[in-house]
């Protein structure tokens, strides 16, 4: 049963950080208008969501397993209040990322904040969250020493920060424009 949840924390921790490195680039993709023309800008903002949901989702479940995989040594408290966990703040990042990411698919679903500027301000915390996930990532994972790994975190970070690279790109090219 410990195997299972050790296997089940690893795998839905993988999935749930393709996930949200997926929302976050198809979020900046989207927010920069950059997201071509054959396919409408609603249909990537809908696959955004849904991605962004899922990513959630899959973090839901990782926690879970965690907790209950008697090995991780991460208890009940370790998943609310973070740097409690014995690993401290490898596992603690990763429960600040999981806040984050909350406030971010919450305050858009089911209605999203009124408040715009306020609404772009703590959606853009989920920013944060994927740095920290991605440290947690890093420092708690078994998988870290394996090359697949180290492939597949180096190509996530890459996504991200081309993401990232584009939306700054972009807002700069228009405000000169603007002058
Ligand atoms: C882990 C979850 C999520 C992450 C990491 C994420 C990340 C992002 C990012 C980085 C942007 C670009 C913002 C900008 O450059 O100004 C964005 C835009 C957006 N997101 Fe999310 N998001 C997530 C979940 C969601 C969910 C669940 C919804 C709705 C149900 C949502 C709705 C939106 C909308 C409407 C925009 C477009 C804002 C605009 O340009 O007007 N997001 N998101
Ligand atoms: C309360 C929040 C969290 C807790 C308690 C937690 C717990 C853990 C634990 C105990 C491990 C070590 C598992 C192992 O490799 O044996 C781990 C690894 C991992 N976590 Fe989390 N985590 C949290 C949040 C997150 C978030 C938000 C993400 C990403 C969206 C994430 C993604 C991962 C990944 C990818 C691994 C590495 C899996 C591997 O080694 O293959 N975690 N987490």
């Given amino acids: ?18 996930l949200a490195v997926a929302a976050l680039a198809w979020g900046f993709f989207f927010s920069a208008r950059e997201t071509g023309t054959r396919l409408r800008p609603n249909w990537w903002l809908d696959l ?26 991460v ?19 990763g429960v600040i990322a999981a806040y984050l990411f909350s406030v971010a698919v919450f305050t858009s679903w ?8 306020w609404w772009r301000v703590v959606h853009l915390g989920s920013v944060a969250g994927m740095v ?6 890093y ?24 993401g990232l690279g584009i939306r700054v790109f972009t807002k700069i090219a228009k405000a000169r424009e603007a002058v």
Avoid: C, E
């Avoid at 049963?1 to 393709?18: H, N």
């Avoid at 955004?48 to 040594?73: P, Q």
């Fill in 110 to 117: 089911p209605k999203r904040w009124k408040n715009r500027r």
């Fill in 48 to 73: 955004h969501n849904w991605l962004g949901g899922l990513a959630l989702i899959f973090t839901g479940v990782h926690i879970l397993a965690a907790w209950l995989d008697s090995n991780s040594g």
């Fill in 75 to 93: 208890r009940f408290i370790d998943v609310f209040v973070p740097g409690t966990a014995t690993a401290g703040w490898a596992i603690g990042w």
């Fill in 139 to 162: 420092q708690s994972g078994s998988d870290t020493g394996a090359l697949w790994f180290q492939i597949g975190f180096v190509f996530l970070a890459s996504v991200a920060t081309y």
């Fill in 1 to 18: 049963m410990t195997d299972l949840m050790g296997y089940l924390s690893r795998s839905t921790g993988i999935v749930a950080t393709i």
């Fill in 132 to 137: 920290l996930a991605l440290i947690h990532t």
